[in-house]
């Protein structure tokens, strides 16, 4: 870290930083300029005192960190990217993996109607819920350990990884049973004791962007579960919420880029959720694929007017094969291979 010291700062005043800056484990290397001073802080960043805390030193300007905060998620730790192997579907590192189904597992007759659709066009994974995160409590809150049931019947049917959304660190060790790729939501993305839990279970995760989370927010707690020892992280930009009203959310194409640059870890894009508008799905996976996304998580259902949960912004079966046919320019043109 660098903490910088305001103009004319006296030789004792330096001295007595740089003292603190010792005692809380760095290496202090004042340099001393014309006009200003600065402290070099050596030491790992990670196991040692923020500094951040010497502002309260009237000499103390401002302190800047050197090193990023996400430590493993960074490209500084790993400038190759992760390759996140689903039992077999390996996503990242020039492949491309599409992850289709509805947004509730309704029945089964629904959801295995579905799977079978999305396996023929090209889908290599199923996602589903089983448990809901409803705004409201008289919402339809999922079907539980009976969509887990119904999810593994699909799976065992098709052959489909399995993709579905843990809401609470009690669930993880079930939901492990059925699931391939254990999704943590929006409402859930900054919920640390669930992203560790998960962590813990060794299964691949997908971490969504909280719906008014920062790109810095967003690697930091994929950084939970990378420091758990788990690497198999899916960051998921799903939009974020705007003063714009059109759409349901704004899905942020740029942090898509950013997150790339960024960090190692393969990208996901939920086109569904990020505008709440079927109409605006494939035009958005387009976008998504044109950026350097990894692969899609897009809401897909046999009659969507008669879905129980977000019927507006799940696209049917058609729509669906005519937005793969339409994707293959795209992927040709950021060399990614379809899976």
Excluded at 41 to 56: K, M, P, Q, W, Y
Excluded at 271 to 276: I, L, N, V
Excluded at 278 to 283: F, G, N, R, S
Excluded at 315 to 328: G, H
């Amino acid at each position: 870290m660098i903490v910088i010291l305001k103009p004319k700062t006296s030789k004792k005043q330096v001295e007595e930083v740089a003292r603190e800056v010792q005692k809380l484990g760095y290496t202090p290397h004042p340099i001393f300029g014309e006009l200003q001073t600065v402290i070099a802080a050596i030491g790992d960043e990670r196991t040692h005192h923020t500094l951040e805390s010497l502002t309260v030193f009237p000499q103390v300007e401002r302190v800047l960190p050197v090193q990023k905060r996400y430590k493993t998620v960074s490209r500084e730790s790993k400038s190759e990217d992760t390759v996140v192997d689903v039992d077999g579907i390996k996503i990242g590192g020039g492949n491309f993996v599409i992850m289709a189904g509805p947004c509730s597992v309704e029945s089964e007759e629904q959801l295995i109607s579905t799977a079978r659709a999305v396996k023929a066009r090209g889908a290599k994974i199923l996602r589903g819920g089983a448990y809901k995160p409803r705004t409201s409590p008289y919402e339809f809150q999922g079907l539980g350990r009976e969509g887990l049931r119904i999810l593994a019947a699909a799976k065992q049917e098709t052959g489909l990884k399995i993709i579905t959304e843990v809401l609470s660190e009690r669930d993880v060790e079930h939901v492990c049973e059925f699931a391939d790729v254990l999704q943590v939501g929006a409402r859930n993305a900054q919920n640390f004791q669930l992203l560790i839990e998960c962590a813990k279970s060794r299964k691949p995760v997908l971490l969504k962007r909280g719906m008014s989370e920062r790109i810095e927010e967003w690697l930091l707690a994929a950084e939970y579960i990378l420091s758990q020892g788990n690497p198999n992280v899916l960051l998921c930009e799903r939009g974020i919420r705007t003063f714009e009203t059109y759409t349901r959310n704004t899905l942020d194409l740029a942090a898509v880029a950013i997150a790339k640059k960024e960090s190692h870890l393969p990208v996901i894009v939920d086109p569904s959720q990020g505008c709440g508008r079927a109409d605006l799905v494939p035009i958005l996976c387009r976008g998504a694929v044109a950026v350097g996304a990894d692969g899609l998580l897009i809401e897909v259902h046999p009659f969507p007017a008669e879905a129980l949960s977000d019927g507006q912004q799940q696209i049917d079966f058609n729509v669906f094969s005519q937005l793969i046919s339409e994707l293959e320019p795209f992927l040709n043109t950021t060399k990614r291979k379809l899976l």
